[in-house]
């Protein structure tokens, strides 16, 4: 069930808000066993919660800036993860347990700006210039939950922070893009644990990027298009 409602107060401004169930059943990937190193409980159960959002979007300054922000929660009761686990002695090896580790619960703020920039000084120009940013600020945390070792956690692969910024030119015939892309620091299990033995859990650190693409339009049939894509070769990972 979900139900929405917008509210236009101007042309250019939109209201609007929203909230509906969320659902997620067992899978195949959830019972399924592809690491020894992995425990499934035979217990484990679907999960069932709901989202909310409110915001506006629309354009402000005669139209010279569009922008879409919004305030969002997201609730997953029985959130399906990973523990964190060792053996009893005397080997003492990790293992993940996967389970209906806690409910989860995620507060966050997202926004989008953009800006032709020749609107502002030389309206007739031939050419544009866009700016634009994407902005999300996230708390996500494990909450209702009897294991003291995720209690307050975050929830993990759900960066603090993440931001895209960037700029276009378009021209009669040539167009640029650079983007530039900053995510935060984020962990890979529920207990947030810093390093562990196997090296398969820990932190995967913050990390930036930038991208660059161009073309060139050399007649109405023929387009010349070049990208660079972690333009400053930047060392990285999204997963252990």
């Known amino acids: 069930f979900g139900i ?28 399924r066993i592809n690491n020894p190193n992995i425990i499934i409980d035979p217990n484990i159960q679907d999960e069932r919660g709901f989202s909310a959002d409110i915001g506006g ?8 800036i569009q922008f879409d922000a ?18 009893q002695p005397p080997l ?5 347990y996967r389970t209906n580790i806690s409910d989860a619960r995620n507060i966050g703020i997202e926004s989008f700006v953009e800006s032709e920039l020749m609107r502002w000084f030389r309206p007739k120009s031939t050419f544009s210039l866009n700016v634009f940013t994407n902005f999300s600020l996230i708390d996500a945390r494990y909450v209702n939950t009897d294991e ?3 209690r307050g956690r ?3 692969l759900v960066p603090a922070i993440m931001v895209r910024s960037g700029i276009s030119y378009v021209g009669k015939k040539w167009k640029a893009t650079y ?10 299990d529920a207990t947030n644990a810093i390093r562990s033995s196997s090296a398969v859990n820990g932190v995967i650190p913050a990390y930036q990027i930038m991208d660059f693409s161009t073309s060139y339009q050399l007649n109405r049939r023929l387009v010349l298009e ?8 930047t060392a990285y990972f999204t997963r252990r």
């Open 70 to 87: 919004s305030v969002f929660y997201l609730r997953y009761n029985d959130r399906i993860g990973l523990l964190l686990r060792s053996d």
């Open 154 to 156: 975050q929830v993990e």
């Open 92 to 96: 003492f090896l990790d293992y993940r």
């Open 57 to 64: 979007r629309g354009s402000i300054a005669q139209g010279k």
């Open 148 to 150: 003291p070792s995720i």
């Open 226 to 233: 070049a990208s660079v894509n972690n333009l400053m070769n």
């Open 4 to 31: 929405g409602v917008s509210f236009k107060p101007t042309g250019s401004l939109e209201m609007y808000g929203n909230i509906s169930q969320n659902y997620r059943a067992i899978n195949f990937n959830d019972i």
């Open 179 to 188: 983007q530039f892309n900053y995510t935060a620091r984020q962990f890979t």
